[in-house]
């Protein structure tokens, strides 16, 4: 199922139900359904032998700023690919590593991070029968030509019968992020030098509160 939330300029999106944690993300467009038809389209184009049996993910999206959309492919073991109009393969990053029965790409998005180049989001799942882990992997179109990731953390983890969530919201330069199982949310900046977002450095024993933000703060993330 394709899940386009095409919104006005710096208007956010609401969270995708596939996405329930992501807020802050403007013009988004969502693919959350693996196909038989994607996974062999991105096996050609990186001329692999063996295609994911999981299926993979295929959107549209304009990821290089160029005006025109991009062919994005996901794939839990060979990574993710983007091509342009004519099939020719522009930048790819590679899959994830297996670490258990449950391990699957759920989701990938492409929208406005409020950086000023697109972003690509990917929420992968791994783990086995008991415990599993989700994590988002957020990419950035570098100089317009590379993708790179630029932040990676768990987002919901589930132990048995119990579940804890977090939360990740875009703003500008920057997001507010909160890991599963912690009481604050904290402030990562985003690094132009180093092209990543920037967990903050944790404040001395005897300094001052540095950057988590309490639950209820202006900063605190909410629902869009």
Same mark, same amino acid.
């Given at each position: 199922?394709?899940?386009?939330?095409?919104?006005?300029?710096?208007?956010?999106?609401?969270?995708?139900?596939?996405?329930?944690? &992501?807020?802050? *993300?403007?013009?988004?467009?969502?693919?959350?359904?693996?196909?038989?038809?994607?996974?062999?389209?991105?096996?050609? @184009?990186?001329?692999?032998?063996?295609?994911?049996?999981?299926?993979?993910?295929?959107?549209?999206?304009?990821?290089?700023?160029?005006?025109?959309?991009? #062919?994005?492919?996901?794939?839990?073991?060979?990574?993710?690919?983007?091509?342009?109009?004519?099939?020719?393969?522009?930048?790819?990053?590679?899959?994830?590593?297996?670490?258990?029965?449950?391990?699957? @790409?759920?989701?990938?998005?492409?929208?406005?991070?409020?950086?000023?180049?697109?972003?690509?989001?990917?929420?992968?799942? #791994?783990?086995?029968? /008991?415990?599993?882990? &989700?994590?988002?992997?957020?990419?950035?179109?570098?100089?317009?030509?590379?993708?790179?990731?630029?932040?990676?953390?768990?987002?919901? &983890?589930?132990?048995?019968?119990?579940?804890?969530?977090?939360? *990740? #919201?875009?703003?500008?330069?920057?997001? @507010?992020? /909160?890991?599963?199982?912690?009481?604050?949310?904290?402030?990562?900046?985003?690094?132009?030098?180093?092209?990543?977002?920037?967990?903050?450095?944790?404040?001395?024993?005897?300094?001052?509160?540095?950057?988590?933000?309490?639950?209820?703060?202006?900063?605190?993330?909410?629902?869009?």
């Amino acid at each position: 199922m394709m899940v386009s939330l095409l919104v006005a300029c710096d208007v956010p999106s609401p969270p995708a139900p596939s996405l329930p944690w &992501i807020h802050g *993300l403007s013009a988004a467009t969502v693919r959350d359904t693996p196909t038989s038809q994607a996974a062999q389209r991105i096996a050609n @184009l990186l001329a692999s032998s063996t295609q994911d049996d999981y299926g993979a993910l295929e959107l549209q999206s304009d990821v290089t700023g160029d005006s025109r959309a991009e #062919t994005i492919l996901a794939s839990y073991s060979l990574g993710i690919v983007v091509s342009d109009a004519a099939g020719r393969v522009l930048t790819r990053v590679p899959g994830f590593e297996a670490e258990g029965s449950a391990d699957e @790409l759920l989701a990938i998005a492409s929208g406005n991070a409020q950086l000023g180049v697109p972003v690509v989001l990917a929420a992968v799942q #791994t783990g086995g029968h /008991r415990e599993t882990t &989700i994590s988002l992997a957020i990419y950035g179109m570098i100089g317009g030509a590379t993708l790179r990731q630029v932040f990676f953390a768990p987002i919901e &983890i589930h132990e048995g019968d119990r579940t804890a969530a977090g939360s *990740l #919201t875009f703003v500008p330069a920057g997001l @507010l992020y /909160r890991a599963p199982d912690a009481q604050f949310t904290k402030l990562w900046t985003y690094d132009v030098r180093s092209g990543r977002y920037l967990e903050p450095t944790p404040a001395p024993t005897n300094a001052a509160p540095g950057r988590d933000v309490a639950p209820g703060s202006d900063a605190a993330p909410r629902n869009i």
